[in-house]
């Protein structure tokens, strides 16, 4: 029987840029943003400054960093495969990709049924 698909994915320029964040700030984690201004950026936080709540939900992780997502925001994406990306730009006031003059990006990719039946086994 396959095994189920991931819930998020990263491409080579995040995980490079992922990479050196990690490497001047330690254990990082990601927390999928949901607030009002632009929820398509992941947040990158040091593990130790970010108290992950109740309802966040853990999507797996990339390049060794745990990938949170609020229990709401969730249930909307819940039948999507979120992508890690990096475009040019600034990153989020509080991310640490903030000043490296490239910010993170959640693309996505809908599940297909096969997958989706997966991933409720």
């Known amino acids: 029987m396959p095994s189920a698909p991931p819930r ?3 491409t080579p320029a995040a995980l490079d840029l992922l990479a050196t964040i990690a490497s001047e700030h330690g254990p990082v984690l990601f927390h999928q943003s949901g607030g009002c201004c632009d929820g398509s950026s992941p947040m990158c936080y040091p ?18 960093a745990p990938v949170y997502i609020g229990a709401d925001q969730f249930e909307l994406w819940r039948h999507t495969q979120l992508i890690i990306d ?21 693309r996505g990719r809908t ?10 086994a």
């Open 8 to 10: 998020v994915t990263a």
């Open 47 to 64: 593990q130790s400054d970010f108290i992950v709540g109740d309802r966040d939900v853990n999507l797996g992780e990339i390049g060794g």
């Open 86 to 106: 990096v475009i040019p730009g600034r990153g989020g006031m509080f991310s640490l990709d903030n000043g490296t003059e490239k910010r993170f990006l959640t």
């Open 111 to 120: 599940f297909t049924p096969d997958e989706t039946a997966l991933l409720a």
